[in-house]
């Protein structure tokens, strides 16, 4: 009784603690992100740049706009799959695909059909050299839409001013039929 009293006893003083810290007042310089127009407009282009790439189906273009090309690029397997992987034949795997931008811009390069993402309620934060950029988007091909969520990437400033995706991540919806 005595130890599950102690239990009590610890989880309550652990849960008012936490709960104290997250309704503390932050810091005047939380929330402060250095950002300048001229960054945002450069994070602009590379958006833009990116719908054109696809749209035109220029893997070149679409090249100049990521780090490298060994980027992560993907939009991580569920749960359930990534079990099913590793209790089928790879314990180790994690939900990831290796070569996503290589992929990525092979099919957009070979597409026969028309294809084009559609950005949605963008959102840029910024803070210095690194930025990250969150959408939600709609990837269509032949007119239908194909699939849909929300992405992220991830960017950093390198030299020259230019800014490059470090990143990408995306969640896969399926539009119902």
Avoid at 92 to 98: K, N, T
């Amino acid at each position: 009784m005595r130890c599950l009293t102690l239990a009590l006893l610890a989880t309550s003083i652990f849960l008012s603690s936490a709960t104290a810290s997250a309704t503390d007042t932050a810091p005047a310089y939380i929330g402060k992100h250095i950002s300048t127009p001229q960054d945002t407009r450069a994070i602009n282009k590379v958006i833009e740049d990116f719908q054109i790439a696809i749209k035109t189906k220029d893997r070149k273009l679409l090249s100049t706009l990521v780090l490298n090309s060994n980027i992560l690029f993907d939009s991580p397997m569920n749960p359930e799959d990534i079990a099913y992987v590793r209790n089928t034949h790879d314990t180790s795997f994690d939900g990831l695909r290796a070569g996503g931008y290589g992929e990525f811009a092979r099919v957009i390069g070979m597409s026969k059909e028309s294809i084009e993402e559609k950005f949605y309620n963008v959102k840029i934060t910024q803070d210095g050299n690194v930025a990250w950029v969150m959408f939600d988007y709609e990837f269509i091909r032949d007119g239908k839409t194909q699939n849909y969520g929300i992405e992220t990437w991830q960017m950093m400033k390198v030299v020259g001013d230019n800014w490059k995706i470090a990143s990408v991540m995306w969640t896969m919806n399926r539009p119902e039929k």
